[in-house]
């Protein structure tokens, strides 16, 4: 069974400019998170969605970033415009969101960003 | 503010011996925690959990151990491998499905 797929891999932009990161969730999950993980910290949770539905968007700096997920699947984020502080790596990550293991969420490899 | 801490930033262990990973949190509302692994490049892989109903659980060479008064846990692998050289996070969880993230552990294990 396939992981979540994340792409790309890594983006080097200017500031001012915009960046754009895209997730696949493993199949059959209804969760999907994205998070940033600065250097030396733990993710910290960006926003959740409940198949198409973002429950929980508090930590979206909402100025600058959007995410979407159409149709309940594959999800976009992104930034616009960057700044150099939006320099991290960008985590996706899905859950089944119920049931007994509903919890465990399983990563994506990530995005690192750099904003010069 | 970290409702999840780590305090200890790295750990080196030799080969065979054990790892004590420990995690703080302050939320008493938490019920759920887990462990995350996570080599270089890659994203976090999920280790082992644990529910608040119970204070030990165990899979193979990890064990995860649970104080819910002293609000602590801590992970035990035993015996440790090279393998297990990796950054070690641990996340809780109050109501829903948002979790809460420490800020690592780097365990190396020398063989």
């Known amino acids: 069974e396939a992981g979540v797929v994340q792409s790309p891999r890594y983006k080097i932009i200017e500031k001012k400019q915009p960046v754009a990161f895209w997730c696949n969730p493993i199949?059959?999950?209804?969760?999907l998170y994205w998070y940033r993980q600065n250097l030396g910290q733990g993710p910290e949770l960006l926003i959740r969605?409940?198949?198409?539905?973002?429950?929980?968007d508090s930590q979206l700096p909402k100025d600058r970033f959007s995410a979407e997920r159409l149709k309940g699947v594959d999800s976009t984020l992104k930034i616009q415009p960057a700044e150099l502080g939006d320099s991290a790596v960008y985590l996706c990550?899905?859950?089944?969101?119920?049931?007994?293991?509903?919890?465990?969420?399983?990563f994506g490899p990530g995005t690192r960003l750099t904003v010069t | 503010d970290q409702q999840v801490k780590q305090n200890s930033p790295s750990l080196s262990v030799q080969e065979g011996r054990i790892s004590i990973l420990n995690c703080d949190y302050t939320?008493?509302?938490?019920?759920?925690f887990l462990w995350y692994k996570k080599y270089p490049a890659e994203g976090p892989t999920f280790l082992i959990s644990?529910?608040?109903?119970?204070d030990k659980n165990e899979d193979g060479r990890f064990t995860v151990f649970l104080n819910k008064s002293a609000k602590h846990l801590s992970l035990h692998i035993v015996p440790s491998q090279p393998g297990d050289s990796a950054v070690y996070f641990c996340?809780?969880?109050?109501?829903?499905?948002?979790?809460?993230f420490g800020t690592g552990t780097s365990l190396t294990v020398i063989p």
């Open positions: 990550a899905s859950s089944l969101g119920e049931g007994l293991l509903g919890y465990e969420q399983y």
């Open positions: 199949s059959g999950h209804n969760t």
């Open positions: 969605y409940e198949n198409e539905e973002a429950v929980d």
């Open positions: 939320n008493s509302m938490f019920d759920y």
């Open positions: 644990i529910s608040s109903i119970k």
């Open positions: 996340a809780a969880s109050g109501t829903g499905n948002q979790f809460y």
